[in-house]
């Protein structure tokens, strides 16, 4: 993605507490919470998937197990849904008004379409 004009948010908690800041550090840390997968599930039956969403370090080998089976070409779609930390949107849908999501192995986008058809 190119950053002239887009709103990013920036990584804030790639602190090396959460997930490390490092890119290839958090390559090799996916790698090994994806190492230890679940039984394989049937795909045509798979609607979702529920993984915590604490730090790599907390929860990282809980989340790796449900997701190693999966591939990056499976699904077009990946929806994000967490909590309401701050208690400002309850009942609502509730993002940060940005472009994209920053991590340090790239650029996330987020699908505004969507997320304005979910919201209504």
């Avoid at 002239?4 to 507490?17: T, V």
């Avoid at 039984?39 to 039956?45: G, R, T």
């Avoid at 077009?76 to 967490?82: D, K, M, P, R, S």
Wanted: proline share 8%; aromatic share 8%; hydrophobic share 40%.
């Amino acid at each position: 993605m190119n950053d002239a004009n887009l709103r990013i948010r920036q990584p804030r908690f790639a602190d090396d507490r959460w997930y490390s800041s490092n890119a290839s550090q958090l390559e090799t840390d996916i790698q090994n919470y994806l190492s230890d997968p679940l039984p394989e599930p049937d795909l045509n039956k798979l609607a979702g998937l529920v993984a915590p969403h604490a730090g790599c370090f907390f929860s990282g080998h809980v989340a790796g197990a449900g997701f190693a089976n999966l591939t990056p070409d499976a699904f077009e779609t990946v929806i994000l849904l967490g909590p309401d930390h701050r208690g400002v949107a309850p009942g609502q849908i509730s993002t940060l008004e940005v472009d994209a999501w920053r991590t340090p192995l790239g650029d996330i986008p987020v699908a505004w379409e969507l997320l304005e058809t979910l919201q209504a």
